[in-house]
């Protein structure tokens, strides 16, 4: 029996996302009130041309969200991504104390304290499931399921578009632009795609994992964040050769200095994992992410990252906690940030490198270019090298050392006249160092 007072909500956009979340309220509606206590109803739906909405539900469109916003409703569900319009209207909805349920990275990890503080002063909620990893649920279980241990690292894929076009590159070898348009007509890039590429989506997404798993303000201007635009089919050739794959990682860390002193490292960039490990073998849209924490050991979370119906469901299962905390009087999670940790610029983060060079063939060649990582005491893991007729390969992989002392041992290198082309330097994460 469903006899509560109707939950009235209002959805903010209706692109790939929103018309799967009106179809779902739709279909499931004797079922979501069940689980809620009370029916869910859809009041309106902002959009901003209607006339391309024809298979929406026509009498619930209207151009002015500011007014959907302000009218009789209980939550607002935005879906139209970006920072205005829909900062403004969360925080108008916040502020009278509409509950938020939004799937907007962007927004979340340049004004996520602003929103917080929001909600904290009128006792509204605001949950976010859809905005890292899409369906995958992983920010319901870092604020809550592990909000008793101490979580040391987030690791993972978490932008479907640019896993679709390395898979797609190192699988067929198909070119970028046309995987591109494909991930785009999929509903899986982001209304402008040079945000998946250059990896600013994945830069936001890292920077609300890392809020949250190590309860720091971190926002997307703290994550170093490189996208795969640089990746090369010769970058992707050398790591087949080793049985390697490239995948745009975002890697949160919890770091101790020598003074012991903890920060944190968040970045974002193209890295070589070995084929064997459970990152290598997520192919097209899909995301994983690994949680490490001392209690709970190693943690993986799979699922599919990007997509309508996918991230609709990630929407829906916030809308029910929201629409829950209303009937039954209580709230959800509010910012925890109380640890403070500084963010550690990228220069001190250690990390590992892959360097294939064009080099020319003769004597003495292999000790100038050692010569150059014992000068930066970067240390040398493994050398790999194969004469040509006229020239010759040579690959190192490093151990870890700070990312200063690599950029710099790899542009002494570039300028050794033995040297003939630096082919691929790219960095390597998931194995011992
Ligand atoms: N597509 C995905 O796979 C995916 C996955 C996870 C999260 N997200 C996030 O979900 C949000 C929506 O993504 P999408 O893929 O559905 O985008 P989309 O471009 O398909 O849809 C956006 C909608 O917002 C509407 N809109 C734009 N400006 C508006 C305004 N001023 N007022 C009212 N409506 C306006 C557009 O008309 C459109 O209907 C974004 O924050 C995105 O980052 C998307
Ligand atoms: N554009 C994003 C959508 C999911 O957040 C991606 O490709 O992963
Ligand atoms: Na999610």
Do not use: F, M, Y
């Given at each position: 029996m469903t006899t509560g007072k109707p939950i009235k909500v209002a959805m903010l956009g209706c692109g790939t996302v929103g018309t799967e979340v009106a179809r779902l309220l739709r279909e499931q509606r004797h079922d979501l009130a069940a689980r809620i206590g009370a029916p869910v109803e859809l009041t309106g739906i902002a959009v901003r041309?209607?006339?391309?909405?024809?298979?929406?539900?026509?009498?619930?469109?209207?151009?002015d969200s500011a007014a959907l916003v302000e009218s009789d409703v209980d939550v607002v569900v935005e879906v139209?991504?970006?920072?205005e319009p829909a900062r403004g209207l969360l925080l108008s909805a916040l502020r009278a104390g509409k509950s938020v349920v939004t799937a907007n990275k962007a927004l979340l990890a340049e004004h996520g304290p602003e929103l917080y503080a929001a909600a904290d002063a009128s006792g509204a909620d605001i949950y976010f499931?859809?905005?890292?990893?899409?369906?995958?649920?992983l920010l319901r279980p870092l604020r809550?399921?592990?909000?008793?241990d101490r979580i040391t690292r987030v690791m993972g894929i978490v932008n479907g578009t640019t896993n679709y076009i390395l898979s797609a590159m190192s699988a067929t070898g198909s070119g970028y632009g046309e995987t591109l348009e494909e991930a785009s007509r999929l509903g899986y890039?982001?209304?402008?795609p040079t945000a998946d590429v250059d990896g600013f989506d994945a830069a936001s997404k890292a920077a609300i994992l890392a809020s949250l798993a190590f309860h720091t303000r971190v926002t997307a201007s703290d994550v170093h964040r490189e996208g795969i635009?640089?990746?090369?089919a010769a970058d992707i050739a050398a790591a087949t050769v080793l049985n390697r794959t490239v995948k745009l990682l975002a890697i949160c860390e919890r770091v101790t200095g020598q003074d012991g002193a903890e920060a944190v490292s968040v970045r974002v960039h193209p890295a070589m994992i070995p084929?064997?490990?459970?990152?290598?073998?997520?192919?097209?849209?899909f995301n994983a992410v690994f949680v490490e924490a001392d209690a709970a050991g190693q943690l993986m979370f799979y699922g599919q990252g990007a997509g309508g119906a996918p991230t609709a469901s990630a929407v829906l299962g916030d809308l029910v906690a929201v629409a829950r905390n209303k009937v039954a009087g209580g709230r959800g999670p509010r910012e925890s940030a109380y640890a403070e940790l500084p963010v550690r610029p990228m220069g001190q983060a250690s990390t590992r490198y892959h360097i294939s060079l064009d080099v020319?063939?003769?004597?003495g060649v292999l000790s100038q270019v050692a010569a150059v990582f014992a000068e930066h005491d970067v240390s040398i893991a493994a050398v790999r090298q194969e004469g040509r007729p006229t020239d010759a390969s040579l690959v190192v992989i490093t151990h870890a050392a700070t990312d200063a002392a690599l950029r710099s041992t790899v542009d002494k290198i570039a300028g050794l006249?033995?040297?003939?082309?630096?082919?691929s330097v790219m960095r390597v994460e998931g194995e011992e160092s």
């Open positions: 041309r209607p006339n391309k909405h024809r298979d929406a539900p026509q009498e619930l469109l209207t151009t139209i991504g970006g920072i499931e859809a905005a890292v990893a899409g369906a995958i649920p809550e399921s592990l909000a008793g890039a982001e209304a402008d635009a640089s990746v090369t084929d064997g490990h459970p990152l290598a073998s997520v192919g097209g849209a020319a063939d003769r004597a006249p033995v040297v003939r082309e630096v082919v």
